[in-house]
């Protein structure tokens, strides 16, 4: 598998995942929106900086990614009490807003790939990527254990 088929299928995967730790309940109260997209923009945008090229193909990855992690997180753990319609607004909503931060990613990830800072630590470049990407499944998986350590 080429590296930037690896980072497209990453950043997806980042987008849809970053989205669950505010919908799956009982969560940690993070802020609903600055979490996710702060994720999705990280994510997004060091993807591109390793990347060779393709910065259409990140753009398109993280909007199609944030569409399918809310339709499947509200699908997967939405209570039975909501309407099922009820989402619907809210998914497109939400994967409205996130348009514009992956514009604005792939744009500084670009701009971050040009750079000499970039050619010179790749490394670091790599681990921010990978800790941006694990984040939200670490915070799912540490909830439970958060939640009753706070009670």
């Known amino acids: 598998m080429q590296r930037n088929t690896l980072l497209i299928v990453m950043v997806a995967a980042g987008s ?17 929106w600055k979490t996710p997209l702060i994720l999705i923009a990280l994510v997004t945008a060091l993807a591109t900086a390793l990347s060779n090229q393709g910065a259409g193909w990140f753009m398109s990855a993280s909007i ?25 607004g809210l998914t497109m909503g939400l994967t409205l807003v996130s348009i514009p931060v992956s514009v604005i990613a792939v744009a500084a990830g670009v701009a971050l790939r040009e750079s000499k800072t970039a050619q010179k630590n790749r490394r670091l470049i790599w681990s921010a990527f990978l800790s941006s990407f694990a984040f939200a499944p ?3 998986a540490l909830t439970p254990l958060l939640l009753a350590r706070r009670r």
């Not at 339709?71 to 909501?82: I, Q």
């Open 16 to 32: 849809a995942l970053c989205w669950w730790p505010v919908i799956i309940q009982p969560n940690l109260d993070l802020p609903v």
């Open 64 to 88: 199609l990614g944030v569409f399918t992690g809310i339709c499947c997180g509200f699908r997967l753990w939405w209570s039975t009490d909501n309407n099922d319609a009820s989402y619907g």
């Open 138 to 140: 670490t915070v799912v």
